[in-house]
């Protein structure tokens, strides 16, 4: 009798010690980029034309988060080699979390600088002249002196909702899969071996 109170004494503790690591270290929570690099790793066109206005820039970075990879294939490697516009819309996402950040000096003279060299060329490209030229300036001078001018340029000229803009007229160079094309109803097959007209 007192093997079967040892015996179930140490599958009660062992079921205790099973539940008290799922606690503490099985249902840690995905960070926001893991929920984005996991709904968006691969991108379809239908896919984004049916997202809101809201959701395209996060979809856009889930899957070039997803491309990445900290320890093999690191965003400065992948990221440039990427489209245009693609690179641009990064870099700009990232230019624009730095800015809010407060973190401007760092992005301009640390490890990020290549992509804010890709963020000026970005906001070139989605026509935000101004905060380019002062992004271009801030590059110069690596001190973070024009954060209160690019703030000011950015509410100006909204790189946000041009770069929405940018995708939304370009969404084949923002997807990984291919649409099949559209079939019309004279490429179809001729049923019974009648020929199509």
Do not use: H
């Not at 990221?79 to 996402?93: C, E, F, Q």
């Not at 003279?109 to 905060?131: M, Y």
């Not at 024009?146 to 770069?163: G, S």
Request: proline share 5%; aromatic share 8%.
């Amino acid at each position: 009798m007192p093997q079967i109170v040892w015996i179930i004494a140490l599958l009660v503790a062992f079921v205790l010690l099973f539940l008290l690591q799922q606690v503490l270290f099985g249902r840690r929570s995905k960070s926001r980029a893991d929920q984005l690099m996991a709904q968006y790793g691969t991108l379809t066109k239908p896919q984004l034309e049916a997202l809101p206005d809201g959701e395209v820039i996060d979809a856009v970075i889930g899957n070039l988060l997803a491309k990445t990879d900290d320890k093999t294939l690191p965003a400065y490697a992948v990221i440039p080699a990427l489209s245009r516009g693609r690179s641009a819309v990064y870099a700009v996402w990232l230019f624009l979390c730095e800015l809010n950040a407060n973190s401007l000096a760092a992005f301009c003279s640390g490890n990020d600088r290549g992509f804010a060299e890709l963020a000026a060329d970005g906001l070139s490209l989605f026509q935000c002249e101004k905060t380019a030229a002062l992004l271009k300036a801030a590059l110069e001078t690596k001190d973070g002196s024009q954060t209160a001018a690019l703030v000011e340029a950015v509410k100006e000229e909204r790189p946000d909702r041009q770069m929405i803009a940018y995708i939304r007229a370009l969404p084949e160079d923002f997807c990984d899969v291919a649409s099949a094309p559209e079939t019309d109803a004279s490429d179809a097959p001729a049923e019974d071996g009648e020929a199509a007209e």
